[in-house]
């Protein structure tokens, strides 16, 4: 139980705290993090450091009482209700050494488990996995996380990748939305109050931005991106009405993490207080969130709320047109497109001995010698542009292409990403993020492309089917 | 009665000896020893002795991954994944290490292992806070973002901060103190490894508000502009004065080494990438060593453009000690590996040679970095003094450093020190002892 004297500390503290860019401050409650609101609004879960661990607490609002749930060595982290009053978390507790696993050939990894008030705690998942951030879907019950599954274990084929998953109904793990590449975490996924939308938190590449997310539910894997450019935000939580999400934010100038609301619909969005770690009351009028290690909690305002948009035109959804075929050095000078996006689309057979280091396709320019190229390293297909500043900007593909056998590339760059499609597979997609603006490419120099390369099909156009999903494909028929 | 006393000690490798630094990170031996143990960083130490390192820096950190329990990057608790932010490492085993929960403290246990072999003991500090990935963000950077770095477009690198604050320098000292208090005697801060950071991150409050008052105007959009470039430096300079401050402050000596890489004749990539003003640094005192890590050597002309530019250093070494690289890796384009395809020469060869010309140009080596076995036998013998023969044709200056009595006989006479230095770099003092007054012998 949180001691007494702790209680009155936060008190007293909150009496002098005063923030400089005015935002409102709320009621400090307790010393925790990632606080989750029950569906009754009756009880606070949290997580709380305490020697050296993280343990799993649970606040009662009338009695102000505390019930640790999970204590136990190791750490209980990011709580998260379910309508039935059970609590879903992640816990792990490494036992060996990283080496006495490796020796073991297996690991202590993070799990979800559940708390369930007067009975024993239940693990739901298991395996040499870190199971994490999981949420409930409020209309089915049905347990999200996200997961380092399925992700492989050496450097060199990309391992820090994070999915969605969630239990199927069998209790078994199943795959929603995979990373999208290395170094891409998708994480915090949460599904809308009426259960046609799922949320979650991906974060691309090196000094990247996190961004939110969301898809309908019923084709998660075709997913809309919510928060605007230079923003970042993760932690999402939908407001129990379903029109907004509350997330954790921050933009340049901002005195720290602030708690931003997001209207999924139009991109509208406001910041509302600095914090972390928001969950809504269910009076979709008072956020719950932390603040240097203590939970609190903000009635909002009416002038607070993001001022709602009219839902985003399709602006990206301009119709493709066919693709001009690039016949060799005749006509070097159509890829001269300065800023403007372009297509390139290469088929042919995949050469032997690309388990090294192999071009397919390679546009050289005065502004950087590598301006645009396709290659494949280690067998796997990359694509790869420059920033202003000819740093490396690329894609690495997951799967390795067979010597020996056809295949078809397409890759597309435009302002904001690039995306990468081989054959017909998921689409790969890099967004610039914190990186430098992209290199404008004018001059053309020399075109080097594999003699295994068959056709090469160069435009400035941009295929409908690898353009960003827009908001209005996704919420279109959302609430009001 | 006469006798003859030889007294042979060891000296932490004083500063006038020709010096092997071995960067060492345990990370690297994951798969190999046990190096969330004290028996496996040991192991570790041992591996490392094979190449003759006589300097041994150990790492702290890849980005804000610590390597020992640091209260600066405690919160939120360093393990994945319990910051939703960072992405877990699905490497086994280097991903499932907790070195923040390794007992005993592995940085403060290796210090500690170092002095009793008799090596000077130091840490390998990167210039960087990412580590380029997202499993390595720091703790402290993930908690304030209001300090990151900015382009000049308008977007925040997310967790990576920018000196410009004096919240972050200060930040940056705190995690210095860490060391200090494990009994680090050198700190090595490697340029090299910067995470991806330039100046091209730092469009931040400070630096846009100097620039205003500067300049005025429109700021440059180009990070390399010159007067962009020197409103940068400033900050960083800022940053080294004061770990110089720190440092003094120490009840011992403490030496500061920067490691730089890229070196030519012909330009200096260390100020047109990162603004440092190594040069200034040197000029100011700020520094005691300079490493160069790698050069930009003309593989055509591989040994007299190697030479040239380790020619190039003498005026520097006038006022610090300079290094010299054998590096195993090859990441710069420099290490043993392109000179051997640049000369035909066996590795071995290559790293005889590069020895050599540290040795007539510089203080010591730089091995950067000792991994399991990268450094082969043969180029380990072609490093130490066994294949080199006799004193260093270039003796570096004396420094002192304590002065006090090693050897007393109470009532007895003793004197006529004189002391030489054996090729494994010990140093012995030979003296005439247990003699009854002073009678020249």
Avoid at chain 1, 63 to 91: E, H, M, T
Avoid at chain 2, 166 to 192: M, Q, T
Avoid at chain 2, 259 to 282: C, F, H, K, P, Q
Wanted: charged share 25%; hydrophobic share 40%; with cysteine.
């Amino acid at each position: 139980m949180l001691r007494k004297s702790r209680l009155t500390a936060v008190v007293l503290l909150s009496t002098v705290r005063c923030l400089a860019v005015g935002l409102p401050e709320g009621e400090r409650l307790f010393e925790g993090t990632h606080p989750a609101v029950s569906p009754d609004g009756r009880r606070i879960a949290f997580q709380c450091e305490r020697e050296g661990k993280l343990d799993l607490g649970v606040y009662d609002c009338a009695s102000k009482q505390i019930v640790w749930v999970d204590a136990r060595p190791g750490n209980a982290c990011f709580p998260a209700w379910g309508r039935d009053g059970a609590l879903v978390y992640a816990y792990g507790h490494p036992t060996n050494t990283a080496y006495q696993m490796m020796k073991r050939g297996a690991y202590d990894g993070y799990h979800v488990w559940r708390w369930r008030e007067g009975t024993p705690l239940e693990q739901l998942t298991s395996g040499s996995v870190r199971d994490y951030t999981p949420s409930v879907d409020p209309v089915r019950g049905t347990v999200y996380f996200a997961s380092t599954r399925d992700v492989p274990t050496r450097f060199e084929d990309g391992c820090t990748r994070v999915g969605l998953w969630r239990l199927g109904v069998a209790g078994q793990p199943e795959c929603v939305v995979p990373a999208a590449s290395n170094e891409t975490g998708l994480t915090q996924p949460v599904v809308s109050p009426d259960g046609r939308f799922l949320a979650w938190s991906e974060v691309r590449g090196f000094a990247q931005l996190w961004i939110l997310r969301a898809a309908r539910l019923a084709e998660p894997s075709r997913s809309c991106v919510l928060t605007p450019n230079k923003m970042i935000a993760y932690a999402p939580v939908w407001s129990p009405d379903g029109r907004h999400l509350a997330c954790t934010g921050f933009r340049v100038g901002d005195p720290s993490w602030c708690i931003y609301l997001v209207e999924p619909k139009s991109g509208a969005f406001a910041r509302v207080a600095e914090g972390e770690n928001p969950s809504w009351m269910p009076d979709g009028r008072t956020l719950v969130f932390d603040r240097d290690g203590v939970v609190c909690r903000l009635e909002l305002a009416d002038d607070v709320w993001p001022k709602t948009l009219p839902a985003c035109a399709a602006t990206e959804t301009q119709p493709a047109r066919s693709f001009r075929p690039f016949t060799g050095g005749t006509n070097l000078m159509d890829l001269a497109f300065g800023l403007t996006p372009c297509t390139i689309r290469l088929s042919g057979t995949v050469p032997a001995g690309s388990d090294e280091f192999v071009h397919l396709f390679r546009i050289e320019y005065k502004e950087s010698f590598l301006g645009l190229q396709v290659y494949l390293k280690n067998g796997k297909p990359h694509f790869a542009t420059r920033a202003s500043d000819t740093t490396w900007l690329g894609i690495e593909g997951h799967t390795k292409l067979v010597p020996g056998k056809p295949f078809t590339i397409t890759a597309m760059r435009t302002f904001e990403e690039l995306v990468m499609q081989v054959d017909d597979g998921m689409p790969l997609r890099l967004l610039y993020g914190g990186k430098e603006d992209i290199l404008s490419l004018d001059h053309p120099v020399r075109v080097r492309q594999h003699p295994d390369v068959k056709s090469v099909h160069v435009s400035t156009e941009l295929p409908h089917a690898l353009l960003p999903v827009s908001r209005a494909e996704i919420f279109g028929e959302a609430a009001p | 009665m006469k006798k003859i006393f030889l007294v042979t000690f060891l000296l932490s490798l004083t500063a006038g000896a020709f010096e092997r630094l071995a960067l060492v990170d345990g990370f690297d031996y994951a798969n190999i020893f046990d190096t969330e143990t004290a028996s496996g960083n040991r192991q570790v130490l041992d591996h490392v002795l094979l190449t003759g390192a006589n300097t041994i820096l150990w790492r702290n950190c890849s980005g804000g991954l610590m390597r020992y329990p640091s209260a600066e990057e405690r919160l939120p608790l360093a393990a994945n994944p319990l910051d939703m932010r960072r992405l877990p490492d699905s490497r086994v085993p280097f991903g499932w290490l907790n070195y923040h929960l390794a007992q005993p403290d592995i940085i403060r246990d290796m210090m500690d292992e170092c002095a009793k072999r008799g090596l000077a003991r130091g840490i390998h500090w990167p210039y960087e806070e990412t580590h380029w990935s997202n499993w390595t963000l720091g703790a402290w950077n993930l908690a304030h973002p209001q300090f990151w770095g900015v382009t000049a477009n308008g977007k925040p690198w997310s967790g990576r901060t920018s000196l410009a604050f004096p919240e972050v320098r200060a930040h940056k000292l705190r995690l210095l103190d860490e060391l200090l208090a494990r009994g680090a005697d050198i700190i090595y801060i490697d340029l090299f490894r910067n995470g991806g950071w330039g100046p091209q991150y730092e469009y931040v409050k400070p630096n846009i508000e100097a620039w205003r008052t500067r300049h005025g105007g429109e700021l440059p959009t180009n990070p390399r502009d010159p007067r962009w470039l020197a409103l940068v430096a400033e900050s960083q300079h800022a940053f080294f004065r004061a770990v110089r401050a720190r440092l003094e402050k120490q009840p011992r000596k403490v030496r500061l080494i920067l490691g730089i890489m890229n070196a030519r004749t012909d330009g200096d990539n260390v100020y047109e990438s990162r603004a440092i003003d190594w040069r200034r640094l040197t000029d100011e005192g700020i520094l005691d060593g300079v490493a160069v890590m790698s050069v930009v050597f003309d593989p055509k002309d591989a040994w007299n453009s190697t030479r040239a530019i380790y020619r190039s250093f003498a005026s520097v070494r006038g006022k610090v000690r300079v290094y010299f690289p054998v590096a195993a890796y090859n990441y710069s384009q420099a290490g043993i590996p392109a000179y051997v395809k640049a000369t035909g020469e066996s590795p071995a060869q290559v790293a005889k040679h590069l020895t050599e010309l540290a040795r007539e140009y510089g203080d010591g080596i730089v091995m950067e970095c000792v991994d399991y076995k990268n450094y082969p036998p043969d180029v380990c013998a072609a490093m130490t003094n066994e294949t080199i023969r006799g004193a260093a044709r270039v003796q570096a200056r004396a420094e002192i450093l304590w002065t006090r009595p090693i050897c007393k006989q109470p009532g007895r006479y003793i004197g006529w020190p004189t002391v030489s230095r054996t090729p494994q770099g010990d140093i012995m003092a030979l003296f005439s002892g247990d003699r009854d007054e002073h009678v020249c012998p």
